[in-house]
């Protein structure tokens, strides 16, 4: 999975409960994504960085917050307010925001309890 | 509205034979295709990428294809392999070059038997 970790695997999460998704990679990039992928869809973008300590919303980034202190991290909370949260949630970075080839994580799934 | 179809949604073939899969896009400004390959439960990875001005890249047994005028692509798997048993996105990149201008269709999902 090219050099971008993340965990956990699988979470659980019950109503009402903020958690967080890791991310981090060891390849050098300045530019990180992170993907909602449902059944029958193509992948959405939810936020996107382009270099450390800043970030855009992608096309549904509601329910959602991100932040990128450092450059091989970027963690995603999935807050109360996202109503719909189960899906497979990847991670992706690559050299620059742009046209350059993304490199994803192996994913994580999101269930709710 | 940008969009990228794939077809068939999903193929069953025999091992050792040829397969091709088809993306048509309606997405503008065009600047670049790629093809990437989505393990069950795993990260997608990239098998090629396509600019305006190419018409075909390989990578293996793998062969894209790509015709801008008519905004269609195709991926040929050459011999395959119980291995290529995945689903293979196409994704088009906007003009801009954001990430917030990739639109990915929903994949074929390709299941190679003995």
């Known amino acids: 999975d090219g050099g971008i970790t993340q965990s956990p695997k699988y979470l659980f999460r019950k109503e009402g409960q903020n958690v967080t998704l890791s991310c981090e990679q060891n390849l050098n990039h300045d530019a990180m994504y992170w993907y909602r992928q449902d059944p029958g869809q193509g992948l959405r973008l939810i936020y996107y960085?382009?270099?450390?300590?800043?970030?855009q919303k992608g096309d549904i980034a509601e329910g959602y917050s991100v932040s990128r202190e450092k450059k091989e991290s970027f963690p995603l909370t999935v807050t109360s307010a996202q109503k719909n949260p189960t899906a497979f949630y990847l991670c992706a970075s690559s050299i620059a925001q742009g046209q350059e080839t993304q490199y994803f994580g192996p994913g994580t799934r999101l269930l709710v309890l | 509205k940008n969009q990228v179809e794939q077809s068939p949604q999903s193929l069953i073939i025999l091992e050792g034979k040829n397969c091709t899969l088809q993306c048509n896009y309606t997405v503008s400004p065009f600047s670049n295709l790629r093809w990437y390959k989505q393990d069950t439960g795993r990260g997608p990875v990239s098998l090629t990428i396509m600019t305006f001005s190419e018409n075909t890249k390989s990578n293996g047994r793998y062969t894209a294809t790509l015709d801008a005028d008519t905004k269609q692509s195709s991926l040929h798997i050459t011999a395959s392999q119980l291995s290529d048993s995945a689903s293979y996105i196409c994704?088009?990149?906007?003009?801009?070059?954001?990430?917030?201008?990739?639109?990915f269709g929903t994949g074929t999902r390709l299941q190679v038997t003995l």
């Open positions: 960085s382009q270099i450390v300590n800043d970030f």
């Open positions: 994704v088009v990149g906007g003009n801009t070059g954001t990430a917030s201008k990739l639109t």
